[in-house]
């Protein structure tokens, strides 16, 4: 995969100069696989958007949301869960997950885990080449041995 950047992270959007990372998402791409016995081929339409690493205890888009003053702020919990403001200050997302799997969900609602079929894979957008770059994964099977594969790069 060719690298997509438009370097929307020059421009510092995230608040108190926090880390900003860019993210590629690609959008639908309504035709198909072109294939050929030696090649396979999907066309991809890449979408730029930026992220914002924010500090403990922050969060929002932009870092500027305080997760121990502010109270309920449109969206602010993710998987159509509920907003709660509790009395002291601060909120509650509620109701994160329907099937009841709340260890895959984190404070604010949002999915930390995965789960893929029998002989699936991951892929990911080519990294331009950086001086710095960490990626962990962590796998764990669903096996009654429940083999853990934890991956460092």
Do not use: M
């Amino acid at each position: 995969v060719l690298p997509f950047d438009d370097n929307l992270c020059v421009r510092e959007p995230c608040l108190n100069y926090e880390e900003c990372l860019t993210v590629l998402k690609f959008g639908n791409a309504s035709t198909g696989f072109i294939s050929s016995d030696t090649v396979l081929f999907r066309p991809i339409y890449p979408v730029t958007t930026f992220a914002c690493r924010c500090p403990r205890g922050f969060t929002g888009v932009n870092c500027e949301l305080d997760l121990h003053l502010d109270t309920c702020q449109p969206g602010i919990c993710r998987s159509n869960s509920l907003c709660s403001p509790l009395i002291k200050g601060g909120f509650v997302c509620e109701n994160c997950s329907p099937t009841g799997g709340v260890e895959h969900y984190t404070k604010l609602c949002e999915l930390r885990s995965r789960s893929f079929s029998k002989e699936s894979f991951l892929t990911f957008p080519a990294l331009r080449q950086r001086h710095r770059v960490h990626i962990k994964l962590r796998y764990v099977t669903t096996l009654k041995q429940r083999h853990h594969v934890n991956i460092k790069l």
